[in-house]
């Protein structure tokens, strides 16, 4: 039983359907992210905001990067730097990832994510209300499933669980959460009737985190939502990743 008080649930073994990407994809930071109101976000919108210069970043916030760049993620996590939403925050830095299992590799055509992802780190040098904080970190992932994984009932809550059990796991301490999952299940007709039924879920969340003074917790704590999402499982107690080379720059 899990903390929400339903039954356990496997963890998800994922089929590849389609590719995953962020392209036309939108997530929700939550009530208590930058408004007192929920926001949407869309993708392309950010890359072009992300053109505008931020103001030279304070002390405090070059240290939060680094500390999210330490983190070292399990060889199957592909990580890079990616362009960050500049109007949402005064300033801001985001990651991206793709998650690549039997043996594919980025770059392949043949190749595709099983499950993808972006931790975004916003930060207003005196604070703002609705996120308790200076900081505010926003998360977005998405993995496909299989059809009976997609339509189990308990599937939302116990998705929400995998980023908060990781955030717990890892002692990533934080307050005020927020977010949704969506699931996304699909089946051809007519003409697409031979198409095999497809199913995704979506984690759309935003938390405040209370050790200012270092974020790799929380990195590796999405890192491991993303993988638990990916339908790997996870590295037994005291067993220790190899770790993966740092981020790649930003994309241009």
Do not use: C
Not at 124 to 130: S, T
Not at 183 to 190: L, N, T
């Amino acid at each position: 039983m899990n903390h929400t008080g339903g039954r356990s649930v496997r963890w998800p073994r994922l089929a590849r359907t389609k590719r995953l990407s962020f392209t036309r994809q939108s997530w929700h930071a939550g009530r208590a992210s930058l408004t007192a109101g929920a926001f949407r976000l869309n993708l392309p919108y950010v890359a072009r905001s992300s053109e505008r210069l931020q103001p030279e970043a304070p002390a405090v916030f070059a240290r939060a990067v680094e500390t999210l760049r330490a983190a070292s993620f399990r060889p199957e996590v592909h990580l890079e730097e990616t362009p960050p939403p500049k109007r949402l925050a005064t300033h801001t830095f985001a990651l991206s990832a793709d998650v690549f299992t039997d043996g594919d590799v980025p770059g392949d055509q043949d190749s595709e994510p099983v499950a993808t992802g972006r931790l975004v780190l916003l930060h207003e040098p005196r604070g703002h209300e609705a996120w308790h904080g200076d900081f505010r970190l926003v998360t977005y992932i998405r993995a496909s499933l299989e059809p009976e994984m997609g339509s189990d009932p308990l599937l939302l809550a116990v998705a929400w669980t995998w980023l908060t059990d990781a955030l717990a796991a890892r002692s990533a301490s934080f307050t005020a959460a927020s977010g949704t999952v969506t699931r996304v299940s699909s089946e051809g007709f007519g003409g697409m009737a031979g198409e095999p039924p497809s199913s995704e879920v979506e984690i759309r969340a935003s938390w405040t985190p209370l050790n200012d003074d270092n974020f790799e917790p929380h990195a590796l704590a999405w890192g491991d939502g993303l993988i638990t999402a990916a339908g790997l499982l996870p590295l037994p107690a005291g067993v220790v990743a190899i770790p993966t080379s740092r981020p790649r720059q930003q994309r241009r």
